[in-house]
């Protein structure tokens, strides 16, 4: 179990990576790769967070761990943007009291640093799950009728989010009933669980089978990647949860699906081809949240710095992109790895009570 850990955690270093170079203006300037980003990094950390997946715990400690683990970091990411916002900027309380109930909402739309919509979409998802499992699915003994099952699921799913000339997302926006106000999503995007939760317990499913040997061949790596660039290139559909955007069941799903076992399988190569290198990206994985809280507002910043400097467009980015991964992991040595006060706040109380127990990296890396 510990190489499987370890293969997960470099997954997710490589996804959080892939996360924050989403989040600048490769869009305007590198559409094609951005598509290709878009395709799959989303589905990939559902299915990535579903791989620590215990069913078999009490429904309880399931809503506890996720809540230790997701949404104090959320409410204490809040709490920063807020706080900062009274202190530095001419914003009434009253406006700031008004944005921060809209952010309870939990939905992008509603919050200023809008990547931290996924934190309690996954916290939403991951109860889902638990009581679609021990309802539903865990019921299906036979794999393929399961798998069949999950899928329709997500079709479900799928049908809410359809954007063209004829449907529209279903929730974004919709008219609320009784209240008669317009609003973007669910609360906690929980229109989305269906598809969400399709990934997150294929991860789980996926999870339960011994596939490293698999993910480990390197032609599987260049035929995922292979195909998976030929499908961004090719077909049309982007994939954008956040937006509602999933305007292909089948080519989007295909792609996000590619491109899991694309990151699954550069991780397994990368433990075979350089310790360093995998230690590396495992790094990012553990401290992956951390990332995702601060990379937008200081990627933004540091483009924005970089171009009044006169830099060209693709060195901006590129100094952008280190600057939202190196400075988050910056605060995270300086100001959170050994703060017993700001460790739990940031999903970390887990790992170290892991670390005590097991003394050993790859164990204290599971956000079940």
């Known amino acids: 179990m510990e190489k499987r850990i370890g293969y997960i955690d470099i997954a997710k270093g490589l996804g959080i990576l892939v996360i924050v ?74 406006v700031i009291a008004g944005r921060v109930a809209k952010s309870l909402y939990a939905t992008g739309h509603y919050i200023d640093w809008v990547q931290l919509w996924f934190i309690p979409h996954l916290f939403a998802v991951a109860v889902f799950a638990w009581l679609a499992w021990r309802f539903v699915f865990g019921r299906i003994i036979v794999d393929w009728l399961r798998w069949l099952a999950m899928f329709a699921m997500l079709a479900l799913g799928v049908l809410t989010m359809m954007s063209g000339a004829d449907i529209a997302p279903r929730f974004w926006p919709f008219t609320a009933p009784i209240i008669g106000t317009e609003l973007y999503g669910l609360p906690f995007s929980l229109d989305l669980v269906f598809a969400s939760g399709f990934f997150f317990l294929a991860g789980y499913e996926v999870n339960q089978r011994p596939l490293e040997k698999f993910f480990a061949s390197p032609l599987v790596l260049a035929l995922t990647f292979g195909l998976l660039l030929a499908l961004v290139i090719f077909l049309p559909p982007i994939l954008d949860f956040n937006t509602r955007a999933y305007p292909s069941l089948w080519i989007n799903t295909l792609e996000a699906l590619l491109g899991i076992a694309m990151t699954l399988s550069l991780a397994c190569n990368l433990e075979k081809w350089s310790e360093r290198a995998a230690n ?43 600057s939202g991964v190196l400075i988050p992991a910056l605060i995270y040595e300086l100001a959170i790895h050994r703060n017993p006060v700001l460790r739990p706040w940031f999903g970390f109380a887990a790992e170290e009570k892991a670390t005590q127990v097991a003394a050993t990296p790859a164990k204290s890396t599971s956000v079940d």
């Open 21 to 94: 170079l989403a989040h600048n203006d490769l869009a305007g300037y590198h559409p094609t790769l951005h598509k290709f980003i878009y395709a799959f990094h989303i589905p990939l950390f559902f299915f990535l967070s579903g791989m620590f997946f215990r069913p078999e715990r009490e429904f309880g400690e399931t809503v506890k761990r996720r809540f230790n683990t997701l949404m104090k970091p959320y409410f204490f990411a809040l709490f920063m943007i807020y706080l900062g916002e009274a202190a530095f900027s001419n914003m009434t309380f009253p």
């Open 280 to 322: 590396v990206f495992r790094y990012f994985g553990r401290i992956s949240l951390v990332i995702l809280i601060f990379h937008v507002p200081i990627q933004e910043t540091m483009f924005d710095k970089f171009s009044r400097l006169g830099i060209p467009n693709d060195p901006s980015i590129a100094l952008a992109f280190l």
